[in-house]
């Protein structure tokens, strides 16, 4: 039936941060850290599923590894 055979749930935690400075009364400055994937876990997300190729169950799609975003926007 649809649904029988599942990979494991996937946990996944991500992390925001910011701060917003106001410069003068007209503009501001907001700084930013982004944390994805922060336990970095590589779960399997994709295998190839052609039972007519040499490659069948091989591993095709990882989750994405600890990664980090810094960021600024200034808004007037």
Do not use: C, M
Request: aromatic share 8%; net charge positive.
């Amino acid at each position: 039936k649809i649904g029988d055979q599942r990979y494991a749930n996937i946990v996944n935690l991500d992390l925001r941060l910011a701060k917003e400075f106001r410069i003068a009364h007209a503009a501001g400055l907001t700084l930013s850290v982004d944390g994805f994937n922060l336990l970095n876990k590589r779960p399997i997300l994709q295998r190839i599923g052609d039972t007519n190729s040499t490659t069948f169950g091989n591993i095709e799609e990882l989750q994405s590894p600890r990664i980090f975003r810094l960021g600024a926007r200034v808004t007037f």
